[in-house]
């Protein structure tokens, strides 16, 4: 026995050395030597290293790169034979380490502070205790396995409350989705091929979660959980192999697979989402993402949200100069439509099917079938030449979609299409084209139909109500742009009446400004009748007829209605009225088979 020594400039507290088998068979002696040392930890890894032992080689550790004290047992055994080998030798060692530093360390990251207890032998070496890593105070389990021939090299469970200042201290930045602490239950292991996996549980709980992209948020204290599964090597993980989220009201589950970059790091590759669930969203959906950046989406599913983005999808991308949003294709299969996508309080597509091309929120391309409202069909085709776009968009219940689009509910029914060009080289972007609405009503409350009220035309006041008052066909040429909807002669006709009407809507304050005439389907078709004396009595022996000019200013919600029936109607008004509906342009119902919307084209979307 001794009670004290000095092994490697460390103090030996105990010791006991055992020699047996003297008097038995040749060979047959041993010996074993048990000692207590202690002293500062580099010396014991350092002793731990030494051949034939080179146990903290092996687990690619410095030992002169460590600090801190530590108490160690370490049991030899081996028989006292000429030849010795090192698979004749039984060595262990328990130690416990205080205070203990290392430059790098478990997942090659620095520790401190640790508390640590050692536990090594010729098979494998188990570390256990409380640590900082990268200055954050975290639990560990590591365990290291020294054969070459096994499946697993070593693993590590690492317990850790992650708040945003641990985050940032270890490089990960999750501002301004996640904010608060998190706590952190992760496993990792490593084959001695150099290929790694683990799993992370996620406690979400206490940490605030924020989507504002999508319109989701979880405050702190709403219970959370999240799960994550990985692959790849010992420089990168490649994949995540399976990932699930539960926050409040969000379900999320799918899997990614990632790619490396030029500079070396790893970006996403493909995004698959076997269920994204929250509010009233609940779809389904897979992202390719090309090496330029460009995003393939398909997408489907029983009902997708969109009114938060639909409300800021005209703001563009402030921040993202112009070519450089990422481009992105979004398409849902006819086969597997989108039950419900709700784009406002009141507007609801039902069984959307086709494809869009965007940059940002740029939609450059876009064959889009939906029901809108379960009130009627709804057909858009964009296609993208260059500088430009052409429109053309078919509304089955032309009143719906107007109401739908919140720019007025006094248009009822009525066959709808919207046809023209947006000009994308000037700024900001325009829209030049027409809206030809065929069959339809405008209710009492309409701007018209107030000005025809005011106007007392016969038979006109009195054919108000019920469904309002009924037009055969209108023309609206317009311009539209950010800030205003200039309005360039529309004209109205209906059995009883012609209508013209110019001026501009304000968007950014709101109001309208528009001037038109009226006219009396029964003066007109006079007209048309060319008899001499009613002409002559209508226009007085003049160069025009009487009816009415019109007046319409204020807020476009409640606008101020003014009519003058005592305007002369000249020979140039009259032609305007009566010209320009033939039916060269006649709008097809996409609902009526054998119509194609698209023209020639049918069945080949625009969007590749």
Do not use: C
Not at 75 to 103: R, W, Y
Not at 298 to 310: A, E, H, P, Y
Not at 582 to 595: E, F, H, L, Q, R
Request: proline share 4%.
């Amino acid at each position: 026995d001794a009670t004290a020594g000095e092994l490697r400039q460390m103090k030996v507290d105990t010791g006991r050395v055992t020699i047996s088998g003297l008097d038995g068979e040749p060979s047959g002696e041993r010996i074993s030597i048990d000692l207590v040392f202690s002293g500062s930890a580099r010396g014991a890894l350092e002793l731990l290293d030494q051949e034939p032992l080179g146990f903290i080689r092996r687990i690619d550790v410095d030992p002169s790169r460590a600090s801190g004290r530590h108490r160690t047992q370490l049991i030899v055994q081996l028989p006292l034979i000429a030849d010795l080998e090192f698979d004749d030798i039984v060595v262990a060692a328990a130690s416990t380490l205080s205070g203990f530093a290392m430059e790098q360390g478990p997942l090659g990251l620095p520790i401190s502070n640790a508390d640590l207890s050692l536990q090594v032998d010729k098979e494998k070496m188990i570390v256990d205790g409380n640590l900082s890593i990268s200055g954050v105070p975290a639990g560990i389990a590591w365990t290291e396995w020294f054969a070459d021939d096994i499946p697993t090299r070593r693993t590590y469970q690492v317990r850790a409350i992650l708040n945003d200042v641990a985050r940032a201290k270890l490089g990960v930045d999750l501002a301004p989705w996640v904010t608060g602490p998190i706590g952190v239950g992760l496993s990792y292991s490593e084959a001695g091929v150099g290929v790694v996996s683990g799993a992370a549980e996620l406690d979400l709980s206490s940490a605030a979660l924020a989507a504002d992209d999508i319109g989701w948020r979880k405050t702190a204290g709403i219970p959370g959980r999240a799960f994550v599964r990985f692959s790849g090597d010992r420089d990168h993980i490649r994949r995540f192999d399976r990932f699930s989220i539960a926050a409040a009201d969000l379900i999320a589950e799918g899997e990614i697979g990632l790619r490396q970059d030029a500079a070396g790091g790893m970006t996403p590759a493909r995004v698959t989402l076997s269920r994204l669930a929250f509010g009233g969203t609940d779809i389904f959906a897979a992202a390719e993402i090309a090496e330029n950046g460009s995003v393939d989406v398909s997408v489907g599913g029983r009902q997708l949200d969109l009114r938060q983005q639909v409300v800021a999808f005209g703001e563009g991308d402030a921040d993202v100069a112009p070519g450089q949003a990422r481009p992105i294709r979004i398409h849902v299969s006819q086969r597997a439509p989108i039950g419900t996508v709700r784009l406002g309080e009141a507007t609801v597509l039902n069984d959307l099917r086709g494809a869009i091309r965007a940059r940002g929120s740029d939609l450059r391309e876009a064959e889009i079938e939906a029901d809108l409202n379960g009130k009627g069909a709804i057909s858009l085709t964009i296609a993208d030449k260059g500088e430009a776009r052409d429109l053309r968009l078919v509304a089955t219940n032309g009143g719906n979609l107007v109401s739908s689009l919140d720019v007025s509910d006094t248009i009822l029914g009525g066959l709808l299409e919207l046809r023209g060009t947006i000009d994308d080289a000037v700024k900001p972007t325009t829209f030049n084209g027409q809206v030809t609405l065929t069959d339809f009503h405008l209710s009492e409350t309409s701007s018209i139909t107030r000005a025809l009220t005011l106007a007392s035309f016969a038979g006109i006041s009195d054919g108000v109500g019920g469904r309002g008052l009924a037009f055969r066909r209108a023309e609206v040429p317009l311009t539209y742009s950010r800030d205003e909807v200039v309005l360039t002669e529309a004209k109205l006709r209906g059995s009883d009446i012609g209508v013209l009407a110019t001026g501009r809507i304000d968007r950014r304050t709101g109001t309208i400004k528009l001037d038109g005439e009226i006219a009396s389907a029964y003066t007109l078709n006079s007209l048309l009748g060319n008899i001499p004396l009613i002409g002559t009595i209508l226009t007085g022996g003049g160069d025009g007829i009487f009816a009415a000019s019109y007046a319409v200013r204020g807020p476009i919600k409640k606008p101020v209605v003014t009519v003058n029936p005592l305007t002369v109607l000249t020979p140039g008004i009259i032609r305007r009225l009566l010209t320009g509906f033939g039916s060269d342009n006649k709008v097809v119902d996409p609902t009526i088979p054998g119509n194609d919307p698209a023209g020639p084209n049918a069945g080949q979307s625009p969007v590749q």
